[in-house]
Structures are given as structure tokens and as C-alpha cells.
């Protein structure tokens, strides 16, 4: 593979005790659409979030461009679940876009006239330009979606990161999403999407991770979108690998005995 | 009489120290609001309560220590045993399976109960200095000496600056502390500054409201202002100014008044003022709400009635006895509507009979076109008898929006009949 753009190793993520990501090693390559899938609760999300520095790994490392994250963050562009936030908050949709811009204007500095050109090219790009002033506790979900991923935009980055950006929205913005995702790749984007929808993964995805806490498949999307790799993702296995990790959780275990 | 003679004498030379006071309470109770709207917005209005019980031991122990009465050493100890509350709460939480409000509702009684207890301990040590100390249970700004409220003043104002020049990351913070994180910001410093500012604004505040009311101070003017706004920079302005002129009042009233404790009153008169706000604030407010429903009942008649004519009227004409729309609807307020819908020029009543003007016609078609293609979608895409398709599109088609119809238009691909084969008006 040639200069992969995010790599793990041997990555593992503990909640207390508890592994959410056990032992996983992956290169991705660039300007792909990627899938990360797997069954509830098989670490997708925190997958995302440890590649972002929100969660830091208990024993190995990610990482992005083959450099430490903190260099290369600016070319990261993260869109969270939508469904974690809290919607009556008194922002407006302009708000929420103008915090892709935060991380070039840090804690203090205004932001500039490019930056506000910047934040209505990204509004218009996911049709909510009109919707800019309204207040975001007035959205439906799939608009709600729509500015999560204006605020990615706005972020100018090389690389996307989305969690689950598919659930819970109309088939309108799906097809809207869809269309966008299609146009960043044509610009060599690279993206990252966590989703759970299998009946639509072959036509989204050009690769593919499978994941239940531990990696079952990570591959090009012909290679391993097969009714064998699927079963072991989501069949039999997971009760084996969710039992083990209850009884590290409940009797307090160590991970790794030294 | 009374009132009047003690307001009077409240302008008077002799009152100087009066309005200092009362300023001073009006700046910190400022503080405390715009401090406050940021644990209201991160939903840590519990934490404020911890805070300001878990004041007491530091206020206690450095009276214990030094032996003066001296409010730099009671600030600067009630700081620090705040700041230990916060950081107990912060590590039992990593660290434990509590819940946060047990944690919370521990650490506030632990801290409290350990200050009680060595305050009772010098109240019977016969020290004659430590009077007046038990005023920090419920607040007494009238006794705070002029040196105090500047000093405490300053501070307020150094607070809220920074509460100011934060904006931007605290409001972050508050909406998706994990993005905060993820696009590079230090979110550990954002929030322990926040922390500290608002441990800070407590141990000052706690000399006007005192530690039991302190609390209040922080989340009630910022629980009024988010019925006032949508906005958070005008939500702080509002809070503090709020907070401020309860402080004031709060302040006027118990100096009038024979040993009337502030905090009481300042709450009191902040309550007042969500009270209102949550009445009479625009959008949200219950009288606003109450607005809405009326005119969305006025609406619905509207069309109601002007569907009515519509329809009763025979093909080509557009005028119907008024008796037949009697005999359509059971409204008892259809006098009235009609009378609304003749001053804006939407229908005219001539010599017992409606005309129904242009803009009527096209209303009327508008709300027959939402109600029938409502019932097509019905029943297209549930499982629903034909015969209650009526009822369901009786009040949805008052609710349809353009863009829902539009939408609705699209999905179905422009029908030309519903269910019951009557035409779809276009």
C-alpha cells in the first residue's frame, strides 16, 4: 500500500477495564471511500474518537499522514454523532458552521471575511444557506446532519472523519450526503464513515473495516464484503468476545498479564 | 410612611456607605450571572451548589488559622477548598462507577457538614472575634465594610472580563466538549479556567447571598435569560443584568428591614424576575405560546370556513347564501370568522350571500390540495381504512408547511386524484 493516511497499531482503548478496541493494526489508503461496520457497541465510534485525540489509547497508536496527530490536525475535518449533542442550545446554524473555523483563529482572534465566505460556501454546498440564522433547536434531523457536515467543510480538511452521518436522516439529505461525499472524492478527499447500514455499504464504500472490538476485515470492499467475513462480524463471534470482555469487567481483570 | 421616610433618607450624605454597598452587591451578583450562565449551559447547575457549600471549611479554617476577620484570607481559603471540591468530584467520577448527582450530592454534604462543624467548634471557644461569622450561612452585604466591596468588586470585574474574552471557547466547551477537543483546543484548561472563575465568583458572592442561596445566584438569572434569547452573548448580558438589580434591591430591602438577611431577598427579587421572563419572554414564554395557539386557531377556522364556501359553491360561481355554510359547520364562531376574513379583503358578504375573492379561491384550493394529498399519502404508505383518511387530513391540512408540500408532491409524483377519486386542485 502506498502511504497509508491513517495507520494503528496495535491499538487497544479501555473503558476502565473494559476494552472498546482490542489489539487492532490497520492502514488505510488515501482518497477512498471508506466504511468502518460492525455490530452496536463494537467500538466504531471510538475508533474515530482515538484518531482525533478525544480518546487516548491505553497501549499503542494512530496515526494520521505518518505523523503525530497534533501536526497534521488541520487537515482533519470531524464530523461527531449528532445524536450525543444536545439540540436546545441557544446557537444559531451560523453559529454552530463558524466553529469550523475555530482551530485557524484559535481561542480569541475574530473571525475574517474569508472565514465567514468560507462558512456560507459550506452552508450552501449542503443547501442550508437560508436556514442560517434559525435556531439550531428548530431542525429536523436531517438538517441537524446537514450542519454537522457545513461545520466539517468549513474545516477545510484533507481527511473526513464521520460518525454514523447516515442514521436517522431523510432519504433526501442520504442522497445529498451521498452526492457531497462523491464530489470530495472526485477532489481527492479521503473519508472516513462509520455506518451501520449493510444493504448500502457495497454501493457507498471503496474499502472496508470490519470491526467487533477486535479487526475481523480491513480491505478493499470486494475482498471483504463476504457472507464469511459478514458472519464473523456480526454471527457467532460476538458473544464469545463481549462475554470475555464482561468478566474482565466485572472481576476486574488486567487486560495483559506481565 | 415609613417606606417613603426611609427612602428619603437613603439620598441623604449619611447613606454614602448604602449605595457603595449596594453597588458592590449589585457588580458581584453581575458576576455570578454571567459565571453562571455557562454552568446552566453545561448542565452543571448542581456543581454550583457543591461549590458554594464547599466553601465553608476554607472560610472556617483560615479564621482558624489567622484569627482576624479579614476577607482577603476568608477569600483566599474559601478558594481553595472550592477548587479541592471540584477536583474530588472530577477524579471520583474517572475513577468510580457513582452516578454524578451521588457524587455531587456527597461531596456537597461532606464539605458542608466539616464546615458546620468547625464553625459550631469556635462558636464555643469563647473567642469574642469570630461573631458574625455565621453570616456567611445566608449572606449580610449591609455589614461589609467599604474596604471589602472594592476589593470584591474588582474582582467581580476582573471575572467577568474573562468570561468575556472566553466566549468563544467556553460556548464551545458547552455545546460538544468532545469537538472542542478533536479540533485541537485544550479543553482540560478551558474548563478548569472556567472552574476557577466560577469558584472564585462563589467566594465573593457568598458575602452578599450567602453559601446556602449561593447557587440561585448562579443558575436563576441564566434559567430566565434562555426564555428572553437564542443568543449567548446576549444571554450573559442578560443574566448579569438581571442578577444585578436583584443584588441592588436586594440590598435596599434588608437595610431597610430589622436584621433582614440579603441573600433571602436577593433571590426572592431574582425569582420575581424569571418568573416574568418565563411568562412574558418572546417565543418561548408561556404567554408568547398561549399567542401562537390563538393564531393558529384563528387560521384554522380561516380556512376552515373559506373550504367551506369553496366547495358549497356551484361550478363556475363563487358566491354562496350564507345560510348554507351555517348548515355546513357546527363553529360557533363562524359570525366571527367571517367577519375577519371580510376586513382582509378575502371574502365579501353581499345582500345574504359570500363572494369568495381571488386570493380566497386560491387559499381554499391550497387547503383542499394538502388535505387530499395528505390522504393519498396515508394511504400509500400506512395501513389505514379508507374512511378514517378524512379525519386525519381534517387537521393535518392546517399544519402543512410549502416545503412539506412540495416534498409531499415530489414523493407521490404529482397526483391527479386521491383515494375517494375527487380531483387534486393545482
Redesign the interface.
Known sequence: MTDPIIEAHNLTVLYGRKPAIWNVDFKLPEKQVIGIMGPNGSGKSTLL?TI???IPPSTGYTKVYNQEL?RV?DK?S?V?QRQ???WD????VW??VA?GR??KRG??KRLTSEDNDIISDSLQKVNMLGYAKR?I?QLSGGQQQRIFLARAIA?QGDLFLMDEPFAGVDI?TEEMIIALLKEMKSQGKTLIIVHHDLHTAQSYFDHLVLMNTRLVACGKIADVFTDQVLTDTYGGKLTTISKISQELENKEFPIRHK | MIFLQSISTLFSNDYYTFWVVAAGAGIICFAAGTVGTFSYLRKRALLGDVISHAVLPGVVISFMLTGVKDSLYFLTGATISGLISIAIVDYVQSKSKLKPDTILALTLSVFFGVGIVLLTKIQHSGNGAQSGLDSFLFGKAASMSLHDVTLFSIIAIINTICIVLFIRPFSLISFDEEYAKGIGFNVKFIKYFLAMLTVITVSIGIQSVGIVLMAALLITPASGARFLTNAIPKMIFYAGFFACISGIIGVFISSTGTSMPTGPWIVVVLSSFTLLAIFFGKEKGIFARMQTRKSNQIKINNENILKIVYKTSKEGTISVPIQDIFKESSDKSIRLTLKRLEKNNIISRVKGMIVLHENGKIAAREVIRKHRLWEIYLSKYFQLEADHLHDDAEGIEHIITPEIEKHLITLLDRPEKDPHQSEIPY
Open positions: 474518537k482525533m485525540g478525544i497534533d490536525r482533519i470531524y461527531p450525543e449533542i444536545d442550545f441557544p446557537a444559531s453559529d454552530i466553529m475555530f482551530h481561542l480569541f435556531q433547536s474545516q433526501a
